[in-house]
C-alpha cells in the first residue's frame, strides 16, 4: 500500500506543551521565553526541513501572545502589524519583492513588534533581498530538527500512554512505513485509529490501521 495523507486535523491546536521536542529542547525554551518577553532580542528565526516543526512553533508562539497573527509568506501577506505585538512570518523564502521591502521597513520602522520568521534554510542562504537577509540574521536563529524515526514512534507511544492505550512495535513501524513521516500526519492517522478503535471496541492494531487507511483512499480507487 502506497503512503497516504489523510485529511484529518491532529486533536489539538499547535502549543508549546503538545510539541515533541526531540533535539529542539532548546529552541521550544527559547521560544517560551520570547513570548513571555524574556528574550532581548526582537527577532527569532527558524529553520529546518519541511515536516520539522517549525509551523507548529509558529502557531504555537502566535497562541501563547496576544494579539498575534501568523502569516504565510506564499499568500504575500500585508505586513501591517495592525496592532499585533508578533508577527510570525512561515517560508519566509517565498516572499515576493514588494512584500521582502516591506519586511525591511516593518524591522526598521516598528521596533516594538516582536518578530518570528522561519525558513527552509539559515538566513544567510535565502533567496532575498540582502538588506533582508542581513536583518534576518540580527536576531537569533535555531535549526529546527526533525524527529528520528525512533523518537517519532516513541512520542506516538506516548501519546497512546496519555489516552490508556498501548502502541506495539509492529503498529508504529507500520505506520511509519505507509502514511507520511512528519509528526503531524502521523498524530492525525493515530488519532482517527484512536476515533474508530474506540467506535468498534477494538485495539489499535496493524488491521485497523490498514482499515483506517483504506477508508481515507477515493471510492473509485477501493478495492
Known amino acids: 500500500m502506497k503512503q497516504l495523507a489523510l485529511d484529518i486535523a491532529p486533536p489539538a491546536y499547535p502549543c508549546f506543551d503538545n510539541f515533541i521536542a526531540g533535539r529542539n529542547g532548546e529552541?521550544?525554551?527559547?521560544?517560551?521565553?520570547?513570548?513571555?518577553?524574556?528574550?532581548?532580542?526582537?527577532?527569532?528565526?527558524?529553520?529546518?526541513?519541511p515536516g520539522s516543526g517549525r509551523t507548529h512553533l509558529l502557531r504555537a508562539t502566535v497562541a501563547a501572545l496576544r494579539n498575534a497573527r501568523y502569516l504565510h509568506c506564499a499568500d504575500q501577506p500585508d505586513l501591517t502589524p495592525e496592532g499585533a505585538s508578533l508577527l510570525a512570518l512561515d517560508d519566509v523564502e517565498r516572499l515576493g519583492e514588494t512584500s521582502?521591502?516591506?519586511?525591511?521597513?516593518?524591522?526598521?520602522?516598528?521596533?516594538?513588534?516582536?518578530?518570528?520568521?522561519?525558513?527552509?534554510?539559515?538566513?544567510?542562504?535565502?533567496?532575498?533581498?540582502?538588506?533582508?537577509?542581513?536583518?534576518l540574521c540580527a536576531g537569533l536563529t535555531y535549526q529546527v530538527h526533525a524527529l528520528s524515526d525512533a523518537e517519532k514512534i516513541a512520542a506516538l507511544a506516548r501519546c497512546a500512554d496519555e489516552r490508556g492505550l498501548k502502541l506495539s512495535r509492529e503498529v508504529g513501524d507500520y505506520l511509519l512505513r505507509h502514511t507520511q513521516r512528519d509528526m503531524r500526519s502521523l498524530l492525525a492517522l493515530f488519532h482517527a485509529a484512536d476515533v474508530r478503535a474506540l467506535a468498534e471496541k477494538r485495539d489499535i492494531t496493524v488491521p485497523l490501521i490498514k482499515a483506517v487507511l483504506h477508508s481515507a483512499l477515493p471510492l473509485e480507487t477501493r478495492d
Open 27 to 49: 529552541s521550544l525554551q527559547a521560544l517560551r521565553d520570547f513570548a513571555a518577553g524574556k528574550l532581548s532580542e526582537r527577532l527569532v528565526y527558524l529553520w529546518g526541513k
Open 100 to 135: 521582502q521591502i516591506e519586511l525591511f521597513n516593518l524591522y526598521n520602522a516598528e521596533p516594538q513588534t516582536l518578530l518570528l520568521v522561519a525558513g527552509s534554510s539559515p538566513p544567510a542562504q535565502l533567496a532575498l533581498r540582502e538588506d533582508v537577509k542581513t536583518r
